[in-house]
């Protein structure tokens, strides 16, 4: 899927550009995923970006304003055998904090919508933690459903 799904550059509204995360975009990488509340360095953002980049069934794409990147959203294809079908799953969304309020995740939300299509994905669907509430907001106005509980247990260093 990788390159399937990839955003090719494309140009959105206001000098908005979605691409293919590169490894030269690690830095920006890194201090997006801690603004999620990750811990992740320099050397393990590029680490991150060379395992997604090398799976056809992933895509890490940034998004880039006035050549600034600003957002980033990940994506997980795959099967989901109770409806039979693909799914895809964004497992990580961010904007950074300087950059909200112009339209920039709601971009990337459109992005992953059209990727799921392209790859005839039943749904898209993400999770996010039971305290941003403000993120809940967001997802709800672009059309998301609360509809199930998160279950998680840690296993070693995760």
């Known amino acids: 899927m990788g390159a399937s799904v990839a955003p090719a550059g494309k140009d ?8 293919d995360a590169k490894l030269h975009d690690a830095a920006a990488v890194a201090r997006l995923i801690e603004l999620l509340g990750y811990p992740c360095d320099l050397a393990e953002a590029e680490r991150r970006i ?11 794409v ?13 994506l997980d294809f795959m099967f ?16 950074d904090e300087r950059f909200r309020g112009h ?7 459109r ?6 299509r392209r790859e005839h994905s039943a749904r898209v669907e993400l999770t996010t933690a039971a305290s941003r509430t ?16 998160r279950f998680v247990k840690t296993l070693g260093d995760a």
Do not use: D, M
Request: hydrophobic fraction near 40%; include cysteine; proline fraction near 3%.
């Open 12 to 19: 959105h509204h206001g000098g908005l550009r979605l691409r």
């Open 50 to 60: 060379r395992r997604v980049n090398a799976s056809p069934r992933q895509a890490l």
């Open 62 to 74: 940034v998004a880039e304003w006035k050549e600034a990147v600003c957002g980033l959203i990940s």
């Open 80 to 95: 989901y055998l109770p409806l039979g079908r693909e799914t895809c799953r964004i497992t990580a969304l961010v904007v």
């Open 103 to 109: 339209g920039i995740g709601r971009e990337l939300l």
């Open 111 to 116: 992005y992953a919508e059209s990727a799921a």
């Open 134 to 149: 403000e993120a809940h907001a967001f997802y709800r106005h672009c059309g998301f459903e609360q509809s199930s509980l």
